[in-house]
């Protein structure tokens, strides 16, 4: 191996470790991500508006258009439209 081709292989080498920190930061991230849709998945349980759990008698009704969000019922809804209509089928 000439001494060129030894500093080739070492940069190689080098890029694949970047890579695989890389790697490793995309890894970590996407652990804290997957944490927080799990609580935000249990705040979605939730009324978005007030908080409440809803009850047997009167489940949390689902956005109908992106069943995303929960509300208590109708009054709720309406009254979170303004701030859900952004984000309401934002990524569909
Ligand atoms: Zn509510
Ligand atoms: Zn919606």
């Given at each position: 191996m000439t001494l060129q081709r030894?500093?080739?292989a070492s940069k190689v080498i080098l890029k694949a470790e970047e890579v695989n920190a890389a790697e490793e930061e995309?890894?970590?991230s996407i652990a804290s991500?997957?944490?927080e849709l799990a609580l935000l998945n249990s705040h979605l349980k939730r009324c978005v508006?007030?908080?409440g759990p809803g009850?047997?008698?009167q489940p949390l009704k689902?956005?109908?258009q992106c069943r995303r969000v929960r509300y208590c019922?109708?009054?709720c809804q309406r009254k979170h439209w303004a701030k859900h209509a952004p984000t309401c089928s934002a990524t569909h």
């Open positions: 030894y500093r080739d995309s890894r970590a991500i997957m944490k508006l007030c908080g009850s047997a008698v689902k956005c109908a019922n109708g009054d």
